[in-house]
């Protein structure tokens, strides 16, 4: 396995954020994510935690893993911001910063007095970020929101799983991620109109929104008139094969070929062209109709290839196809060593620990390796000298607890 490693030898072109100062207020994921995004592309990224940490530095090995995740290349300050020596570092931050994100549980962030409005009236310039559960209108506004809540109320489970079994969440927490990317992006608009008018903004969004704008496409056919999606295990309810999860001789592959100028080759290629042909088969309305023959029929041409075999045959006919892959098997795929995700992120320590980069690159720039996440506090002495605490200062805000 090998990871590109943080070389600091090698002079580096100026990233687009440079200069841009970000203040993190959020925990786990949401916040801490959109934060690290802006980091990745440059941006000095402060994180304000509580004196005992975020709260996924509570949670067990996976908490640790969203940290490393998604606080790398930032600094961190522990304040106390029930205090009132913690609040005036926090409003000196603020005061320095272009950009603050917070996704704290509702109510939080005002009952401290940092609210969008307390803080924008102070620094109009600032662009202010909030991530909720559900929005801060209607009337779940006030109940704490998590990535399956979302899953949940925005249909998503409804329509994953199987017909016949209780309704699934998707395997990884993607709708706080998405709305990580979806929050920067806002945070980015925002940033480019500012620097037209030199007013900043107030962003929202939420999980319930990001979750729905994911299902766009299946949203936009039910709004149409279409009937109400539901569970349906693999494939997909008006168009076959497609999305068809089929078994080999080592694995699973899914493919799919719809159009029928694909699902014509894709007979080809198995060398069963009269299926074309087949009344069951010669729309794609019919081999809807008759899915399960349909699946029955692509069992028998592929199931005795391996994965890999399949794949290859199929993609050098211009058939969509994918093998399943366990995360050991992505991590040993040529693809993904040749992409230039897996990075090697070092601590301050000098340890080092794997992560993945920005799923983008800007033109020839070499992709973005912050270092590893700090732990809790670990740049307070630093952070407070920026703002001109002296030492001894900082030592007493310590004593205080203040400051951690």
């Known amino acids: 396995m090998h990871f590109i490693e943080n070389d600091e030898t090698h002079e580096k072109p100026a990233a687009p954020l440079e200069g841009v100062r970000v203040l993190d207020l959020g925990q786990y994921i949401a916040g801490p994510g959109a934060a690290m995004v802006l980091a990745e592309l440059g941006a000095q990224v402060i994180k304000v935690e509580p004196l005992a940490g975020d709260q996924a530095r509570h949670i067990g ?43 704290l549980r509702p109510g939080a962030v005002e009952a401290l007095g940092f609210g969008p409005e307390a803080v924008r009236e102070r620094f109009p310039a600032l662009v202010y970020l ?128 719809y159009a029928q100028e694909h699902w014509a080759r894709l007979c080809r290629v198995m060398g069963r062209e009269e299926l074309a042909g087949d009344p069951r088969f010669c729309s794609n309305a019919l081999r809807v109709q008759h899915r399960a023959e349909l699946r029955a029929v692509l069992r028998e041409c592929l199931s005795a290839m391996s994965s890999e075999e399949c794949v290859a045959l199929l993609s050098r006919n211009q058939i969509v196809v994918g093998a399943v892959r366990s995360y050991a098997q992505v991590l040993r795929s040529p693809d993904v060593q040749a992409s230039g995700m897996l990075v090697d992120a070092v601590a301050a320590d000098g340890t080092r620990h794997a992560a993945l980069a920005l799923p983008y690159t800007l033109g020839d720039a070499p992709r973005a390796m912050p270092p590893a996440a700090p732990s809790c506090g670990a740049d307070t002495d630093a952070v407070l000298a920026t703002l001109g605490f002296a030492a001894e200062e900082i030592a007493r805000l310590r004593d205080q607890r203040a400051v951690a």
């Open 61 to 103: 090995s996976y908490g640790e893993s969203m940290i490393r995740a998604y606080s790398r290349g930032k600094q961190s300050i522990a304040l106390d911001l029930k205090s009132e020596a913690g609040r005036d570092i926090a409003w000196r931050l603020i005061g320095e910063s272009d950009v603050l994100i917070q996704n």
């Open 130 to 257: 909030s991530i909720s559960g559900f929005g801060h209108q209607g009337p779940s506004s006030e109940r704490p929101g998590y990535d399956i809540a979302a899953q949940a109320e925005s249909g998503l489970m409804s329509i994953t799983g199987e017909p016949d079994r209780l309704p699934q969440k998707v395997g990884a927490p993607i709708i706080d991620a998405a709305a990580a990317h979806l929050g920067a992006q806002a945070v980015l608009a925002a940033l480019y109109g500012r620097a037209r008018t030199g007013r900043g903004e107030t962003l929202r969004t939420s999980l319930l929104e990001v979750a729905m704008h994911l299902q766009a496409t299946t949203w936009c056919d039910y709004l149409g008139g279409a009937p109400e999606p539901r569970r349906i295990g693999d494939g997909q309810p008006n168009n076959a094969p497609a999305a068809e999860v089929l078994p080999t001789r080592d694995g699973h592959i899914v493919l799919s070929a």
